[in-house]
């Protein structure tokens, strides 16, 4: 049974960049039709789906963050990585790390989450 495990700071500073990372156990992130996901929810707010990277190394972004945010992996470790730059404390929520089935069309495994704070 695949297991994510997110991690990185609980606390950063206004236009700093957020790195976290997610480590996945039980499952390679290279197997065929899965992709790995980072999804947050603000207080008080849904789930927001951010980005993905997919078992080919192909990346897929949401629109409305596109243009700060990118995904990476690292193999070697089987581990994958958000990056948020220019952070505002908008960006304040619970950072979860989850795998998408492409053939079931849903995110099957989640992390536990990561709360992250923006504030200096």
């Known amino acids: 049974q695949v297991q994510l495990q997110e991690s990185g700071p609980g606390r950063v500073k206004p236009s700093q960049m957020l790195s976290l990372t997610c480590t996945v156990s039980g499952g390679s992130i290279t197997t065929n039709y899965y992709a790995w996901s980072w999804i947050r929810q603000p207080p008080g707010k849904g789930l927001e789906w951010m980005g993905a990277?997919?078992?080919?190394?192909?990346?897929y972004y949401s629109p409305a963050l596109k243009s700060h945010t990118s995904i990476s992996r690292d193999t070697s470790k089987n581990q994958f990585s958000l990056q948020l730059s220019s952070v505002t404390p908008e960006d304040t929520a619970i950072y979860y790390c989850?795998?998408?089935?492409?053939?079931?069309?849903?995110?099957?495994?989640w992390g536990q989450g990561t709360q992250v704070t923006v504030s200096s």
């Open positions: 989850a795998r998408y089935g492409l053939a079931l069309y849903d995110h099957d495994s």
């Open positions: 990277i997919g078992y080919d190394d192909n990346t």
